[in-house]
């Protein structure tokens, strides 16, 4: 299946967004079943969501990061591997930025009959959580 893709327009710099968008500090502000992220203080972060009635907890590793252009994660464990990437293009001459967010999963195990509903489930809720992203940057 192909991946997840989403792209919105924001008013500020390529440098503000990727400085926000790619740090784990972040990500509960926009992201609204991120409940808490702890940073190993290398590549890698621990994310707990809540899904459904419960909270589960992810470990993901940065793969890519290329300032203020290009950043990538993956998860490490769980039934359903993310991985994302991330890709931030200026606009209007430097002031405005068009952030493109491609998101997919690599299904391990029982992972593997439940991959359509979590795509379902994440194709509502990515837009809903790059729309709050959007308001965050433009506060």
């Given at each position: 299946?192909?991946?997840?893709?989403?792209?919105?327009e924001?008013?500020?710099?390529?440098?503000?967004?990727?400085s926000?968008?790619?740090?784990?500090?972040?990500?509960?502000?926009?992201?609204?079943?991120?409940?808490?992220?702890?940073?190993?203080?290398?590549?890698?972060?621990?994310t707990?969501r809540?899904?459904?009635?419960?909270?589960?907890?992810?470990?993901?590793?940065?793969?890519?990061?290329?300032?203020?252009?290009?950043?990538?994660?993956?998860?490490?464990?769980?039934?359903?591997?993310?991985?994302?990437?991330?890709?931030?293009?200026?606009?209007?001459?430097?002031?405005?930025?068009?952030?493109?967010?491609?998101?997919?999963?690599?299904?391990?195990?029982?992972?593997?009959?439940?991959?359509?509903?979590?795509?379902?489930?994440?194709?509502?809720?990515?837009?809903?959580?790059?729309?709050?992203?959007?308001?965050?940057?433009?506060?």
């Amino acid at each position: 299946m192909a991946p997840l893709v989403s792209s919105i327009e924001t008013a500020r710099t390529a440098d503000e967004v990727f400085s926000y968008v790619t740090d784990p500090a972040h990500f509960a502000d926009w992201q609204g079943d991120v409940v808490k992220v702890e940073t190993d203080g290398g590549g890698r972060f621990t994310t707990t969501r809540r899904i459904g009635p419960s909270q589960r907890t992810f470990t993901q590793e940065v793969t890519d990061s290329r300032p203020p252009s290009h950043w990538s994660a993956r998860g490490l464990d769980g039934p359903l591997r993310p991985l994302m990437d991330i890709t931030v293009e200026p606009l209007a001459n430097g002031t405005a930025s068009r952030i493109t967010f491609s998101l997919d999963f690599e299904p391990q195990g029982i992972g593997i009959p439940l991959l359509p509903l979590v795509r379902r489930q994440a194709a509502k809720g990515a837009p809903i959580s790059y729309r709050n992203l959007k308001r965050q940057l433009e506060r």
